[in-house]
């Protein structure tokens, strides 16, 4: 069974930094894509930035230039470091992989997500 745990949330002054972990347990064989996704109150799901196996990434427009995503292929873990926070920026950010595990009838790819973890930006 493949779990995937964020950390890093808190609470944070405008302009602050955070660094969110999202890290993947259980029969792993291989992590391909991932994402950081947020919600906000109100608001639908949106992609915040994703990285490929590679390290290729890619950020939504307001995330580029503050936040910077990377991986630890070797952990099983990936990153978002998030700097000059904004109040806007305050969500329940979520990490989506898509994994290639081991189960009882093989190997199978599936998407998965964490739990979230809240990050609020306030003064």
């Known amino acids: 069974q493949v779990q995937l745990v964020e950390s890093g949330g808190g609470l944070v002054q405008p302009g602050g930094s955070l660094r969110l972990s999202c890290a993947a347990s259980?029969?792993?064989?291989?992590?391909?894509?991932i994402g950081w996704y947020r919600q906000a109150p109100g608001k639908q799901r949106e992609l915040v930035s994703a990285i490929t196996r590679g390290g290729n990434t890619n950020y939504t427009d307001s995330a580029k230039g503050r936040f910077t995503i990377s991986r630890d292929n070797a952990k099983n873990t990936v990153y978002l470091q998030m700097d000059n926070l904004k109040p806007e920026d305050t969500a329940v950010y979520y990490c989506?992989?898509?994994?290639?595990?081991?189960?009882?009838?093989?190997?199978?790819?599936?998407?998965?997500w964490g739990q979230g973890t809240q990050v609020t930006i306030s003064s």
């Open positions: 259980g029969s792993i064989i291989r992590i391909n894509d």
């Open positions: 989506n992989a898509v994994i290639v595990s081991l189960s009882a009838k093989g190997l199978i790819s599936s998407a998965y």
